[in-house]
């Protein structure tokens, strides 16, 4: 019972501990905010509160688990014991039982003894016989028979009081057992249930956090809109400073910030698929190899859709007027023309739930003109007549864009976006991509114009999205100052932009007086790691002015984007950073 009592101070001990933790700023967490500023700054408090709470919490967690399997252990020990008490007490009854008979037995010879020890003379044979050796046999035997009697006599006490000793030790434990083991039970419950309250606050906390966060990138996806970045492949255009392009900054050892694809890659990756087509894939290949289904099934080509603005088509009418993908892909017998037809006859049955609702024009459904794109289009989608992705029996809705990047992302993927079971996540890539020259060489949207691009630019230096060395210490001072100081971060926007939070904006001299030496006044390196296995830059590091830093790929998208001047962008999770 030691180990037991050992056991029950150490999860009091545990329990006193964990009570002591308390709820850290719960109250001062809150998910509303306005503005940039404020979004950015509520975060970070509640981001204080959830790591003090994971701090206080998280050695009580680990203990807990130690206790438990403690705990497991102790109660197969306490099984073995619980065996053993029945087993003795089992014993005990059939001792009992047995002392019962041994009692009568003890009864009778206790009286025959004492009859015995009244009435027998040991000098009345020597003086009634004359055979001495007679007399003596029989006073031996006498005696030996009296000592038999003690024996038995004395034996039988000694079993009865041993009995009864090992039943009031049995009656102890049981009861002491059974008290620990209710002891010992109740205060696991309770701290099992503080460990269980403490995760619930965790992700009360994680999910204000979220909010707050979908908040800002709300203000954010203003400033991307801005951008205009094409998301279909029929668009045309390119990078901002295309590193093959010359386009002349009118300075020199600048930084380009290029990410991989654009914005959405979900679904068909237009580029994509063209490479894949040029790989020699049929149609079926590469759709299977950007959305999930059961099969490609007919439909009735004469269902009616109902187009915004223009009226009703057939179905087979509707995606012959659909602008896409250049004319021009016509490799591998219209491979990929024929994929994206699929793709389009499958996206407005799902999207309008076959023909009962209306799609509209633009890129953010399909882009739709009124008069048939014929050419190649045309006879792509006259061989796949009537052929839709199925799921479960249903069209699937299938998104498409210009190009991935190399990675294929399902709709969980994207903020704010549901989970759909066919859309799918994977390496869009002609082998394993293990560095950024292996996601050049081998992704198969690598020809698209916009699969390596800077997003942004300014008039006064040529159109591009280079930064000067000391713009980008700009973007890095402020991205230390907000993790320095949370309530900095509504100054830190960009600085040739009306503040959104109607106070002042810091300039880039400000920001550094307020850093003092942690600041930089100019960046002579950068460099970025990736996991190439999904497709997302990790950290980015720089060094300038003697010092370094390494920031979470995130985070400093985040920064870059909320301080980085003019509607220069980086616009997806996996970028690199070339030098001019």
Not at 242 to 247: E, S, Y
Not at 345 to 361: D, E, F, H, K
Not at 423 to 451: H, M, V
């Amino acid at each position: 019972m030691k180990y037991f009592r050992l056991f029950s101070i150490g999860i009091f001990l545990l329990f006193v501990a964990f009570t002591g933790a308390s709820y850290v700023h719960a109250q001062e967490c809150d998910p509303s905010c306005g503005d940039p500023g404020e979004c950015t700054q509520k975060m970070a408090v509640c981001q204080k509160s959830l790591d003090m709470m994971s701090n206080a919490v998280a050695p009580h967690i680990e203990a807990l688990k130690k206790m438990e399997a403690d705990l497991a252990s102790f109660q197969l020990k306490l099984q073995s014991i619980q065996a053993d008490l029945a087993r003795e007490a089992i014993a005990i009854a059939l001792g009992e039982k047995e002392m019962s008979q041994l009692l009568e037995l003890a009864y009778r010879r206790v009286g025959v003894l004492y009859r015995r020890t009244v009435t027998y003379n040991p000098l009345l044979p020597f003086l009634t016989s004359t055979n001495v050796g007679s007399v003596l046999r029989a006073f031996t035997y006498q005696q030996a028979v009296i000592n038999d009697d003690k024996k038995a006599i004395v034996q039988t006490a000694l079993s009865l009081k041993d009995l009864g000793d090992r039943k009031t030790k049995l009656e102890q434990q049981q009861t002491t057992f059974i008290a620990l083991k209710a002891d010992t039970d109740a205060r696991a419950a309770k701290v099992r249930k503080l460990v269980a309250d403490a995760t619930a606050y965790e992700n009360k906390l994680s999910g204000i956090i979220a909010t707050l966060s979908a908040k800002q990138q709300s203000f954010l996806a203003q400033k991307l809109a801005g951008l205009g970045i094409p998301l279909f492949a029929i668009s045309g255009g390119g990078c901002s400073s295309d590193l093959t392009n010359g386009k002349n900054p009118g300075f020199s050892g600048g930084f380009g910030f290029f990410s991989y694809g654009v914005p959405n890659r979900v679904g068909l990756n237009q580029y994509g698929a063209w490479g894949r087509a040029k790989a020699g894939q049929d149609y079926e290949t590469i759709l299977r190899a950007y959305y999930n289904f059961d099969s490609i099934d007919g439909v009735d080509t004469g269902t009616q859709i109902k187009v915004d603005g223009y009226g009703n088509y057939s179905l087979e009418d509707y995606v012959k007027r659909v602008y896409e993908v250049p004319d021009s892909w016509a490799d591998n017998n219209l491979a990929a023309l024929k994929a994206q037809a699929i793709a389009v006859r499958s996206y407005v049955l799902a999207y309008t739930n076959n023909g009962q609702g209306s799609i509209c024009t633009t890129q953010q459904c399909q882009v739709f003109q009124p008069n048939p794109k014929g050419g190649n289009w045309d006879a792509a989608v006259n061989a796949t007549a009537g052929k839709v992705m199925r799921q479960g029996g249903q069209p699937i809705k299938a998104y498409f864009s210009s190009t991935h990047g190399g990675y294929i992302y399902s709709t969980g993927d994207l903020q704010g976006w549901s989970s759909t079971p066919y859309t799918k996540r994977g390496i869009d890539a002609s082998g394993p991509i293990n560095s950024f020259a292996d996601l050049q060489s081998k992704a198969y949207d690598r020809d698209s114009p916009w699969f390596y691009c800077d997003w942004g630019g300014r008039s006064q230096y040529g159109g591009t999205a280079w930064l000067k060395p000391d713009e980008v210490a700009d973007i890095v001072n402020v991205l230390l100052l907000a993790k320095q100081d949370s309530s900095a971060q509504n100054h830190l926007t960009q600085t040739d932009k009306p503040n959104p939070d109607g106070t002042d904006t810091w300039d880039a001299s400000t920001v550094r007086a307020k850093l003092g030496s942690l600041a930089y006044t100019s960046i002579s390196s950068i460099s970025v790691s990736a996991d190439f296995s999904t497709g997302r830059t990790t950290s980015v590091s720089v060094s300038g002015d003697g010092k370094s830093n390494t920031f979470d790929g995130n985070d400093f998208k985040t920064y870059f984007n909320l301080r980085a001047p003019a509607n220069i962008q980086i616009v997806g999770p996996l970028y690199n950073v070339e030098r001019k």
